[in-house]
């Protein structure tokens, strides 16, 4: 920095020691992506110097009084155009504000670190923001000029007064007293707002800046006259020393308009990472609900983003709540997040906590568990699906629930309990266990009804992500199949390698097949005449498992697939032991033949609530016809 001494006056001028005259346009243009960074960058300068001061008093090297009012104050004159950032912290001498204000990026922070860090062995690094030596200039963004006042805690330093208009010129001098009229230690910041930023000079624009970024400052924050944030919230206070009714109210201060959380992690480790928070379980019955709600990423108590991609593992994005921690790598604007190795170990600590909570809860109390895994069965099949090391641990606390049996309610099952539950029943001839599930109980409910009366177990598959979960179930488990209960006939869903007899000839079958197929003249349509137990429906239709699956996943993803695009294809299974097959053979008026054919084969069309339109009308003629 080169300065020339004004004797007259008693102030300097001189240019800031930079790389390039160019770095303001490059400040307000690329540096910061959002204007009203420079807001949360000066109140966090202004918070971390009130740290230091607070530090200082602690190693007894400053033995003034600190007072009963260490706040940072922020106010605006519309008609002056100014915003004024003021705090009562450990301030500038001249030759400081040389040093750390024209010397950009140059972090005092860190040299107080350096400084301080043997007086007690061991320094608090989450009391010390400013690790960013340009978070001061982009207060240019919004100002065409830019002053600060500052009386060091030292009593010899005077006051000074620094002040640059954007250019690389600056002039530093003496001044009589701080913005408020006083002579005490601390800083002013006064931004002189330029006419395409007076935007900021607004109440309510200013408040909702203060409260987004600095919610949860260390120090409190005065904005008209009112203290805006909470300096201690709970993430910063140990587990042992909070009631549930802590948690549920922070949670409140967060989500004003979400209901109660159904249960919480307090997330706190000191090596080798050092990371605070917690994270909520939302309730989430309908599966997927993307709310404006996320979690929030805090650098010592500065709210960073609620982009928190890599920290939070996929799985959980939809969680609620807090993390803070310093060592999350930022750019220098902190406006997104850089790879490295502690995200990864935080993401993996993050990943460990919630299995561990998980498998807790199901221990110490399974029936509340049950109860809320309505709620959280997405979140543990999502991990399932995107984590071998979480599925490792979550393998014995994920729950399968069945479908109502002859009025009995649902149960729920780990997987090795639901394995007992059926493979003496539902083991195929190749030795496969073959689990069956439904998606619609009430759609289904033939297919689950037909399904009970052979004594199998029907499982509820109805989430949205249920088509991977399966599928990845299928590829962990030993000689384990998962097959839908209308994906065919039962017989060959769990083939036994039993072979009902039919009362038809050959013959007959041949002549019922080509029957259907004239009448019903659908090139979709694969159909087939199968022996099964009389009690069955005369007509069975069924989509075949890997197709439907694949529908499933391919709507799911939301991106047109090669299976999403096939055409719809169904088989049909015409009962050969069902007395009405005998009774259509029998007939021998051609059209009344034909009638019996579609009736029967609407009814199945009714099972499966695929029977619409013109269709359905024609049905419910023929139903009142035959009466």
Same mark, same amino acid.
């Given at each position: 920095?080169?300065? @020339?001494?004004?004797?007259?006056?008693?102030?300097?001028?001189?240019?800031?020691?930079?790389?390039?005259?160019?770095?303001?346009?490059?400040?307000?243009?690329?540096? %910061? #992506?959002?204007?009203?960074?420079?807001?949360?960058?000066?109140?966090?300068?202004?918070?971390?110097?009130?740290?230091?001061?607070?530090?200082?008093? &602690?190693?007894?090297?400053? !033995?003034?009084?600190?007072?009963?009012?260490?706040?940072?104050?922020?106010?605006?004159?519309?008609?002056?155009?100014?915003?004024?950032?003021?705090?009562?912290?450990?301030?500038?001498?001249?030759?400081?504000?040389?040093?750390?204000? !024209?010397?950009?990026?140059?972090?005092?922070?860190?040299?107080?670190?350096?400084?301080?860090?043997?007086?007690?062995?061991?320094?608090?690094?989450?009391?010390?923001?400013?690790?960013?030596?340009?978070?001061?200039?982009?207060?240019?963004?919004?100002?065409?000029?830019?002053?600060?006042?500052?009386?060091?805690?030292?009593?010899?330093?005077?006051?000074?007064?620094?002040?640059?208009?954007?250019?690389?010129?600056?002039?530093?001098?003496?001044?009589?007293?701080? @913005?408020?009229?006083?002579?005490?230690?601390?800083?002013?910041? @006064?931004?002189?707002?330029?006419?395409?930023?007076?935007?900021?000079?607004?109440?309510?624009?200013?408040?909702?800046?203060?409260?987004? %970024?600095?919610?949860?400052?260390?120090?409190?924050?005065?904005?008209?006259?009112?203290?805006?944030? !909470?300096?201690?919230?709970?993430?910063?206070?140990?587990?042992?020393?909070?009631?549930?009714?802590?948690?549920? !109210?922070?949670?409140?201060?967060?989500?004003?308009?979400?209901?109660?959380?159904?249960?919480?992690?307090?997330?706190?480790?000191?090596?080798?990472?050092?990371?605070?928070?917690?994270?909520?379980?939302?309730?989430?019955?309908?599966?997927?609900?993307?709310?404006?709600?996320?979690?929030?990423?805090?650098?010592?108590?500065?709210?960073?983003?609620?982009?928190?991609?890599?920290?939070?593992?996929?799985?959980?994005?939809?969680?609620?709540?807090?993390?803070? #921690?310093?060592?999350?790598?930022?750019?220098?604007?902190? &406006?997104?997040?850089?790879?490295?190795?502690?995200?990864?170990?935080?993401?993996?600590?993050?990943?460990?906590?919630?299995?561990?909570?998980?498998?807790?809860?199901?221990?110490?109390?399974?029936?509340?568990?049950?109860?809320?895994?309505?709620?959280?069965?997405?979140?543990?099949?999502?991990?399932?699906?995107?984590?071998?090391?979480?599925?490792?641990?979550?393998?014995?606390?994920?729950?399968?629930?069945?479908?109502?049996?002859?009025?009995?309610?649902?149960?729920?099952?780990?997987?090795?309990?639901?394995?007992?539950?059926?493979?003496?029943?539902?083991?195929?001839? &190749?030795?496969?266990?073959?689990?069956?599930?439904?998606?619609?109980?009430?759609?289904?409910?033939?297919?689950?009804?037909?399904?009970?009366?052979?004594?199998?177990?029907?499982?509820?598959?109805?989430?949205?992500?249920?088509?991977?979960?399966?599928?990845? +179930?299928?590829?962990?488990?030993?000689?384990?199949?998962?097959?839908?209960?209308?994906?065919?006939?039962?017989?060959?869903?769990?083939?036994?390698?039993?072979?009902?007899? &039919?009362?038809? /000839?050959?013959?007959?079958?041949?002549?019922?097949?080509?029957?259907?197929?004239?009448?019903?003249?659908?090139?979709?349509?694969?159909?087939?005449?199968? /022996?099964?137990?009389?009690?069955?429906?005369?007509?069975?239709?069924?989509?075949?498992?890997?197709?439907?699956?694949?529908?499933?996943?391919?709507?799911?993803?939301?991106?047109?697939?090669?299976?999403?695009? +096939?055409?719809?294809?169904?088989?049909?299974?015409?009962?050969?032991?069902?007395?009405?097959?005998?009774?259509?053979? #029998?007939?021998?008026?051609?059209?009344?033949?034909?009638?019996?054919?579609?009736?029967?084969?609407?009814?199945?069309?009714?099972?499966?609530?695929?029977?619409?339109?013109?269709?359905?009308?024609?049905?419910?003629?023929?139903?009142?016809?035959?009466?």
């Amino acid at each position: 920095m080169e300065a @020339v001494q004004n004797e007259k006056e008693g102030t300097k001028r001189g240019q800031i020691s930079i790389h390039t005259e160019n770095i303001f346009p490059i400040i307000k243009k690329f540096l %910061y #992506s959002d204007h009203e960074i420079f807001l949360r960058e000066l109140v966090s300068n202004a918070v971390d110097a009130t740290q230091k001061l607070k530090k200082l008093a &602690s190693y007894g090297e400053y !033995n003034g009084e600190l007072g009963d009012d260490l706040k940072v104050t922020v106010a605006f004159d519309k008609e002056a155009k100014t915003i004024t950032i003021s705090d009562r912290g450990i301030g500038m001498s001249a030759d400081e504000i040389q040093k750390y204000i !024209n010397q950009i990026a140059f972090s005092g922070a860190t040299e107080f670190i350096e400084k301080y860090k043997d007086k007690s062995g061991q320094v608090d690094e989450k009391a010390i923001i400013g690790h960013f030596g340009l978070g001061f200039y982009s207060a240019f963004m919004v100002a065409k000029e830019v002053e600060i006042i500052s009386k060091s805690y030292r009593d010899e330093e005077p006051i000074s007064r620094w002040v640059c208009d954007g250019s690389t010129e600056f002039e530093i001098g003496p001044a009589e007293s701080r @913005v408020s009229g006083g002579t005490e230690r601390g800083t002013d910041v @006064v931004l002189h707002i330029a006419e395409d930023s007076e935007e900021f000079l607004d109440e309510y624009r200013l408040q909702g800046i203060l409260e987004k %970024y600095g919610k949860f400052l260390p120090i409190p924050i005065e904005f008209n006259g009112k203290v805006i944030n !909470n300096t201690t919230p709970i993430w910063t206070k140990t587990p042992s020393d909070l009631t549930d009714d802590d948690y549920k !109210n922070f949670y409140r201060e967060l989500y004003p308009m979400s209901e109660e959380p159904l249960f919480w992690i307090h997330l706190n480790v000191d090596y080798p990472f050092n990371l605070t928070g917690v994270l909520y379980f939302p309730k989430l019955k309908d599966g997927f609900q993307f709310k404006r709600e996320k979690i929030q990423l805090y650098s010592r108590q500065v709210f960073i983003t609620d982009e928190v991609k890599d920290v939070v593992p996929d799985f959980l994005m939809l969680l609620h709540g807090v993390i803070d #921690s310093p060592d999350i790598p930022l750019n220098v604007s902190r &406006s997104f997040l850089q790879a490295d190795s502690n995200v990864k170990k935080i993401n993996s600590y993050i990943t460990r906590k919630v299995a561990d909570k998980l498998n807790d809860l199901f221990k110490a109390d399974r029936a509340a568990y049950e109860a809320k895994f309505d709620d959280i069965g997405l979140f543990v099949k999502y991990g399932i699906l995107s984590d071998d090391k979480f599925y490792e641990k979550a393998k014995d606390f994920v729950l399968l629930k069945n479908t109502e049996v002859s009025g009995a309610p649902s149960r729920y099952f780990t997987l090795n309990e639901y394995r007992e539950h059926v493979q003496a029943n539902q083991t195929d001839k &190749s030795e496969t266990v073959v689990m069956l599930y439904a998606t619609n109980a009430q759609q289904q409910h033939g297919y689950i009804e037909s399904a009970h009366r052979r004594g199998y177990d029907v499982l509820l598959m109805d989430t949205q992500i249920d088509a991977h979960f399966i599928n990845a +179930l299928e590829y962990k488990l030993e000689k384990t199949s998962f097959k839908r209960v209308d994906a065919d006939t039962l017989d060959k869903l769990i083939d036994k390698g039993l072979n009902t007899e &039919s009362v038809l /000839s050959e013959e007959d079958r041949t002549k019922l097949k080509e029957l259907f197929e004239q009448t019903l003249d659908n090139k979709s349509l694969a159909i087939n005449v199968e /022996s099964m137990p009389a009690d069955e429906l005369p007509v069975t239709i069924t989509m075949p498992e890997f197709i439907r699956r694949m529908k499933d996943m391919s709507a799911l993803s939301g991106e047109q697939s090669f299976y999403g695009s +096939l055409p719809v294809s169904y088989n049909v299974a015409v009962n050969a032991n069902h007395p009405l097959t005998s009774k259509i053979l #029998s007939t021998t008026d051609a059209e009344a033949q034909k009638t019996l054919v579609k009736q029967v084969y609407d009814l199945a069309l009714l099972s499966q609530n695929m029977l619409t339109g013109a269709d359905l009308t024609a049905f419910v003629r023929r139903s009142v016809e035959q009466l």
